[in-house]
């Protein structure tokens, strides 16, 4: 997505990354680096442009009559965020799970609640939990659940876990509280990756 930024933000913070690329010791007026600081200000505010969408309206802007109650399952949510403690990336895949009561959401809209919430300072485990209650809160439903995969380079890059290493985290409402919708939802996801 291309998002237009405040040229005075962009070069604050650009201010800042040619500081810092001093502080590391480097050059910043050599040629290699001239417009680093500009471009890494522009990728920090694109990557943390969820601040200024709202997930709650996005969600709620597509919602569709529909008189089934058998669970939705939506997988593959792509997604990269930044972690909070050391900005830096990390990212996977979120799976939507959902049982309706009268209505549906437009799928493409889960796409973007995921974007808009992985798009801040994040940890997986809060960026599950709004995910959930941002699709519970848009529609009548019986139940959310919400499973995120992730790789975080803060541990890979720095070694603390072995590279294969993936987190998941999961975060429901409402009917998912009982296990036989959990394993009804896991089953859908199991099949959909065959
Ligand atoms: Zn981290």
Known sequence: MKYNHDPKLVEQIAHHYREIIKLLGEDPEREGLLNTPTRAAKALLDNTHGYHDDARAIASSAVFEHPGSNIVVVDGLEFYSLCEHHILPFFGTAAVGY???????????????????????????????????????????????????????????????KQSSSTTTMHYTGCFERQEYREEFFRLLEQRTV
């Open 99 to 161: 049982v309706p009561d009268g209505k549906i959401i437009g799928l493409s809209k889960l796409a973007r609640v995921v974007d808009t919430y992985a798009r801040r300072l994040q940890v997986q485990e809060r960026l599950t939990a709004e995910v959930c209650h941002a699709v519970a809160d848009s529609m009548p439903n019986k139940g959310v659940i919400v499973v995120v995969k992730a790789q975080h380079l803060c541990m890979k890059m720095r070694g603390v876990e």
